[in-house]
């Protein structure tokens, strides 16, 4: 059977957070970094140096955390500048926030993000994002993050999800195809507009 909405079976949306539902620009926290004495050249490396994946997996606490951030620095920054810059970098797509309000009104909606405590609860305060949706899986409550099998395992049985009527948004093709490896659809999102036409092809109102 083809995935398709409809009035009498809406599909169930499952959005991902960062570079979706909220852009970034990193340079400010880096700036940050590098007047306090941090190499930041590589970031790959800068995030493995504070081991930032584990954070996402909630193995590494937000003060832990908070610690090897500041362990990277030849001059240590105040614990608030510090927790400031690192929470500096977010802002929501205000187009797709829209959207995913007003698609919660017709039919199941969920997120589910790779991220740590920090950044959770910030985005939560400062723009109620992780509430927007029916519910939402973060990966340090859980962990493990995408593209590992059991955060998708967590989400579809903590809101009982159907797999053949589940669609993901995500910006990570490797993520998507996890997801598609479950029976889940998937779009890979590169921008709002993109992305809402290619929800229109599946029959969800994008109004």
């Known amino acids: 059977m083809t995935l398709k909405s409809s009035v009498m079976q809406p599909l169930t949306l499952v959005f991902d957070v960062g570079m979706v539902l909220i852009g970034a620009d990193y340079e400010p926290f880096l700036a940050f970094m590098r007047a ?32 090897r951030l500041s362990a990277v620095c030849t001059q240590k920054p105040e614990p608030a500048e510090l927790l400031k810059y690192w929470n500096s970098f977010y802002f929501p797509d205000l187009v797709m926030t829209d959207f995913v309000r007003r698609a919660a009104t017709r039919q199941p909606v969920y997120l589910l993000s790779n991220m740590g405590a920090l950044h959770w609860d910030h985005l939560e305060k400062a723009f109620g994002i992780p509430s927007l949706g029916h519910g939402a899986v ?46 889940w659809a998937g779009i890979v999102h590169r921008d709002a507009t993109q992305t809402l036409q290619a929800l229109a092809q599946l029959g969800v109102d994008i109004s």
């Open 36 to 67: 306090h004495g941090a190499d930041t050249s590589d970031i790959e490396e800068f995030c493995v140096r504070v081991d930032l994946d584990g954070h996402e997996r909630g193995d590494v606490d937000a003060l832990t955390f908070m610690q």
């Open 138 to 183: 973060a990966s340090y409550t859980v962990g493990a993050i995408k593209p590992h099998p059991t955060i998708y395992e967590t989400i579809e049985q903590r809101f009982n999800l159907d797999p053949a009527r589940t669609v993901f948004i995500d910006d990570r093709p490797v993520n998507i195809a996890a997801a598609k490896e479950r029976g």
